[in-house]
């Protein structure tokens, strides 16, 4: 990563029966999955871009992404895939951060990545959390390698899988987010937010 940018990581694993398909991020709108929607916004602000699954899996192939499966068996929430891809880094010496994004929100920033490594400097930064209408949004977030001792404690000691858990534990900058339309932070979850997504793309 000589660019000096961080990494990234798209929770692409979660599985949603609401959905109508086995894997969130292969919903479409506007003829694209929600992961091509978020890669296409995300993937240029990096040097490289992974995707978090549960396990390991070829549905992903077409993207031409690494695929980092969870190094915890069974789902335990969204800091497993932040601690599976955060370990991936370290090993292969890669340690200019690491930007987290759900598969699932088609409206991201351009400009995330800058804004949130532009609110922590240092060797030591602490990590970057997104808050949007005041409240905090942790799947958007910016970490840092010297973080996975603590993330490793929660996940593989404590048995938690909450972003949430592990903040409470190391310094973090909340960065406020100002309002706008669609909120950048919007999340698919459903087939209705499906269709509302659509919505404000058909309005773009």
């Known amino acids: 990563m ?9 929770l692409a694993g979660g599985r949603s029966s609401r959905m109508g398909v086995k894997y969130k991020a292969l919903a479409e709108i506007s003829g694209k999955t929600l992961l091509a929607h978020v890669i296409g916004r995300l993937q240029p602000q990096l040097a490289t871009l992974l995707l978090s699954c549960e396990s390991q899996t070829t549905v992903f192939e077409p993207y031409g992404l690494p695929v980092v499966a969870d190094l915890m068996p069974g789902y335990r929430g969204p800091l497993t895939g932040l601690y599976s891809a955060l370990y991936y880094l370290k090993n292969r010496g890669q340690n200019n951060g690491l930007v987290l994004c759900p598969c699932d929100a088609p409206f991201i920033p351009v400009n995330l990545v800058e804004v949130l490594a532009g609110a922590v400097q240092g060797d030591h930064a602490p990590a970057a959390v997104i808050s949007y209408r005041g409240e905090l949004q942790p799947t958007f977030s910016l970490w840092q390698s010297h973080h996975l001792d603590v993330i490793h404690d929660t996940v593989v000691n404590k048995g938690k899988g909450g972003l949430k858990m592990v903040l409470r534990s190391i310094p973090h900058k909340v960065v406020e987010w100002a309002p706008q339309e ?10 209705e937010d499906l269709e509302i997504a659509q919505m404000w793309l058909d309005r773009a």
């Open 2 to 10: 000589n660019s000096g940018k961080p990494a990234g990581v798209i």
């Open 182 to 191: 669609p909120s950048p932070f919007f999340n698919v979850n459903t087939p």
